[in-house]
């Protein structure tokens, strides 16, 4: 077993040791001093919980001088803005770990007209405290193979949550339900997703897919350009979006970071729009249903975008 595997498997079980520490505090009368039964072994475990931290970064941090961007097609159609972008900085999400190193996130953001708010709605200090997934451009929109690849995983069947667009639910993302979904594992941060083997060791991830919406099963062969599936809000997310990376294996837990850049696109910095034509063709899938004004990959122009 490698340390990025085995370091998870200690995090957990450090969880579940200070859960069972926390619990026997309030329901069982331990012998012995308070700081003997219940203080000194939850140190220990916290200083344990901070190693595996430290460990698990440093074990999916990127070894030696980073490799060449590989260049696929973009993952989606029509009119888009980046957030959390690796074209700001490196890890682009804060972590190494998960294969995120070059993640990039991306909302969609339609035109509209003049004097007509933004099709995305924005983030509210406190009301309304979420919203439906529906109000939401991006929510349903096509993801689509960035290159011929097979898939390795499809993972479906987790919810599409409520957003957590306001202060007060974005504190409890952070605070309480992400804390949880680290502790269950990977699986439950990327929410639903799928993960292709684009070949020479490069594989592909995009999470927080729709639930019940992927069109590919694991062993299949995809075309570049074939559905996939559609934009969801499964998993540790605020709202609706595309989160994609690039890694040099298919274990989430167990993956390094590989650069990317997108065909006729580049990499999107934070905050900036650009528009993906629809395809010319589309193998073995239904095209996206909404179609780019400008040709593939071009860039239209910088809008601020809360994240």
Request: avoid cysteine; proline fraction near 8%.
């Amino acid at each position: 077993m490698s340390v990025r595997t085995a370091v998870p498997i200690a995090m957990r079980l450090s969880w579940l040791v200070l859960f069972a520490l926390m619990i026997g505090e309030f329901v069982t009368d331990l012998p012995g001093p308070g700081w003997a039964t219940t203080f000194l072994p939850a140190t220990v475990v916290l200083a344990l919980m901070v190693a595996t931290t430290v460990l698990q970064v440093s074990a999916a941090a990127p070894q030696g001088e980073p490799e060449p961007p590989v260049e696929v097609d973009p993952p989606v159609t029509g009119r888009w803005s980046a957030l959390n972008s690796p074209a700001d900085k490196v890890p682009s999400h804060g972590t190494h770990v998960y294969g995120q190193t070059y993640a990039i996130d991306i909302v969609a953001e339609p035109e509209t007209g003049e004097g007509e708010p933004p099709a995305r709605p924005a983030f509210r200090w406190l009301w309304p405290l979420f919203r439906r997934n529906r109000a939401f451009p991006a929510f349903g929109a096509p993801l689509l193979a960035v290159a011929d690849a097979t898939v390795v995983r499809a993972s479906d069947g987790q919810r599409d949550h409520l957003s957590r667009n306001s202060l007060p639910a974005l504190g409890y993302l952070m605070l309480i339900e992400g804390n949880v979904r680290s502790f269950a594992g990977v699986r439950r941060i990327v929410g639903n997703h799928v993960i292709l083997d684009l070949g020479d060791g490069t594989y592909a991830a995009y999470a927080h897919v729709q639930r019940g919406s992927l069109q590919v099963k694991a062993g299949e062969t995809v075309r570049a350009g074939q559905l996939l599936g559609r934009v969801g809000n499964s998993g540790n997310t605020t709202e609706p979006h595309l989160h994609f990376q690039l890694m040099d294996g298919p274990d989430l837990d167990n993956a390094r970071g590989v650069p990317f850049t997108w065909r006729g696109v580049g990499v999107p910095a934070n905050k900036e729009t650009f528009t993906v034509g629809e395809p010319a063709g589309v193998q073995g899938g239904e095209k996206g249903e909404e179609k780019g004004e400008a040709g593939a990959g071009e860039r239209v122009e910088e809008q601020a975008a809360d994240a």
